[in-house]
């Protein structure tokens, strides 16, 4: 099993609408979870990070976090044809190391 | 200059070739990081520094070395590559404390012919 999944996708969206993005990861004691944009040929960018359970907001993201289902999810709503990108989420497990553990992303198409 | 920086941003080379990747934070950072991203894979772990000092070495192979002068500075040199070391070779710092957000430099796209 690997370590983080996540749908490769593409995922195919209409202008305007809500894109789901999710991810699951299988080591129980992860704690922190972020969400990085890539656009093609392009370095990662964090857009969002969240540490305890529910739902966390900034602007138009909203990432949701579940540990006791090992779920997380990254909501865009009002996407915008600038929001296609792959996703990835990555875990850190609690060693020391503090190094990032990447899922595959998923592709993100959104139509114009 | 700000955030993390990496130079060159494209580098071809031969398998006989000796370069080295450099990377630099303007963060204020601790921590330092290595990462491979190949074709169709995830983004792979290569090193770790913290404080200078080398915390991890993800198994990879001795033709990749990396050098840590300081917190703000981290090269990687490159000796007698291979054709699949072909890849995107990303840097990216982290802060102290409880958050362990890291941010990543642009890349270095190496190609080995």
């Known amino acids: 099993q690997k370590e983080v999944e996540q749908n490769s996708g593409p995922l195919s969206v209409p202008e305007g609408a809500i894109a789901s993005l999710n991810c699951t990861y299988s080591?129980?004691?992860?704690?922190?979870f972020f969400w990085y944009r890539q656009y093609s040929g392009k370095s990662p960018e964090l857009i969002m990070s969240?540490?305890?359970?529910g739902d966390k907001e900034d602007g138009r993201f909203t990432a949701q976090l579940n540990k006791a289902s090992q779920y997380v999810s990254l909501l865009i709503r009002d996407s915008q044809p600038s929001d296609s990108a792959t996703y990835l989420c990555?875990?850190?497990?609690?060693?020391?190391?503090?190094?990032?553990?990447f899922g595959s992303g998923t592709r993100l198409q959104v139509q114009p | 200059e700000t955030g993390v920086t990496q130079t060159p941003r494209h580098l071809v080379m031969g398998m006989t070739n000796k370069k080295s990747l450099k990377c630099e934070q303007h963060?204020?950072?601790?921590?330092m990081y290595w990462y491979k991203q190949s074709a169709k894979k995830p983004l792979e772990l290569m090193f770790v520094y913290n404080f200078k000092e080398q915390t991890e070495n993800n198994s990879v192979p001795s033709r990749f070395s990396p050098e840590c002068p300081n917190s703000s500075h981290l090269f990687l040199h490159l000796h007698t590559l291979q054709p699949e070391d072909s890849a995107l070779y990303l840097c990216?710092?982290?802060?102290?404390?409880?958050?362990?957000?890291?941010?990543f430099g642009p890349g270095t796209r190496l190609t080995v012919l």
């Open positions: 990216a710092s982290r802060g102290g404390g409880d958050y362990n957000e890291q941010f």
């Open positions: 963060l204020g950072h601790n921590a």
């Open positions: 080591d129980r004691v992860s704690q922190s």
């Open positions: 990555a875990v850190i497990i609690p060693t020391g190391r503090r190094a990032l553990t």
């Open positions: 969240i540490y305890s359970n």
